[in-house]
């Protein structure tokens, strides 16, 4: 267990009397409260540069955009612009 903490009323929860120093009487309520610890995140930004080249290819810039984005994520390189 890696750490305790008690919680012991300040005073009396019917007449407010404090209770400093008081003894407990019988055995604690326990429980347990597992914590995680904080994450920390990491954000990486990814750049897709398109470059236009000669309109004659056939070629939208959708398509490009499409055919592209598809293979990275699935983790392959994006292919050229230039169609083959």
């Known amino acids: 267990m890696a ?3 008690e919680h012991r009323p ?3 929860g ?3 009397t404090p209770l400093a ?3 407990a009487v019988g055995e604690p309520v326990r429980w347990q409260v597992c914590e995680l610890p904080p ?3 990491q954000v990486t930004e990814h750049l897709l540069s398109v470059n236009e080249t000669c309109r004659q290819q056939d070629r ?3 398509g490009y955009l499409t055919d592209a984005i598809t293979p990275h994520r699935a983790g392959q390189p994006a292919p050229l612009l230039v169609a083959h």
């Open 60 to 62: 939208s810039m959708l």
């Open 14 to 16: 019917h007449c407010l």
């Open 10 to 12: 300040a005073s009396c």
């Open 3 to 5: 750490s305790v903490v």
């Open 39 to 41: 994450v920390r995140s």
């Open 21 to 23: 120093g008081g003894a």
